[in-house]
């Protein structure tokens, strides 16, 4: 981890390695917001009337790209 020292420059400070609770709330923030990215997006689709989490995948589905009219 880095401090800023008193001379205001960047110093490395050691810290001891993350515990397993703290892995796994890491984790659970990286996959709500990705799940929230992609919804937004358009290329996640949940069920409705089943849950994503825990213990399945959501359905991803391809963006459909506009066509031109000719």
Do not use: N, S
Not at 17 to 22: K, M, S
Not at 43 to 65: F, S
């Amino acid at each position: 981890m880095y401090r800023c020292g008193a001379d205001h420059a960047p110093a490395f400070v050691e810290v001891g390695a993350p515990t397993d609770d703290e892995l796994h709330g890491l984790l659970q923030t990286i996959v709500a917001r990705l799940r929230k990215m992609l919804t937004r997006r358009g290329a996640l689709v949940e069920d409705m009337d089943r849950p994503a989490w825990p213990g399945r995948m959501p359905t991803v589905r391809r963006r459909e790209r506009c066509r031109p009219r000719l």
